[in-house]
């Protein structure tokens, strides 16, 4: 079975799925979206805009996200910047208090089978413009 491209896919609000970041460039496959993606055992679906809080809490999780790492041609990341993230993991930030903020047009629309849309919406991103 074939993959479906990003285009194909809606976002929780039940539109087109827009990118999250192409810089530096996000998703399971590395091309700016956070999608549903069958064999991603991480289910990076979510965008989130990262935050020193959320940086620092992934870090202590045992996810450096902030430390580049040229080996897998990953920059690090900066408050700011949109990055797919788990489902897992956000919900464990949620849970914590350390919920980083969620871009609802680059969040797929798988997501709602784990967190429900009124969820989502009460931490949408004020900008939900892409990082650059």
């Known amino acids: 079975m074939s993959e479906r491209s990003a285009s194909d896919e809606l976002n929780v609000l039940g539109e087109p799925l827009q990118p999250c970041n192409f810089d530096p460039e996000t998703g ?4 700016g979206h956070c999608r549903d993606i ?9 965008c989130g805009v990262m935050t020193e809080d959320f940086l620092l809490y992934s870090k202590d999780q045992g996810n450096d996200l902030m430390t ?5 041609n990953f920059p ?3 408050p700011g910047d949109h990055w797919c993230l788990c489902i897992g ?3 464990e930030a949620k849970d914590a208090g350390h ?3 969620v871009v609802l047009q680059a969040t797929a ?3 709602l ?3 429900s849309l009124e969820t989502l919406k009460s931490c949408a991103a004020g900008d939900t413009a892409e990082s650059d």
């Open 99 to 101: 919920t980083p903020p």
């Open 68 to 72: 580049p790492r040229p080996e897998f």
């Open 38 to 46: 069958g064999r991603d055992p991480g289910r990076h679906e979510i």
């Open 76 to 78: 690090g990341l900066d």
């Open 89 to 91: 993991r956000w919900q």
């Open 28 to 31: 399971y496959l590395r091309d």
């Open 109 to 111: 629309r798988s997501v």
């Open 113 to 115: 089978a784990e967190v």
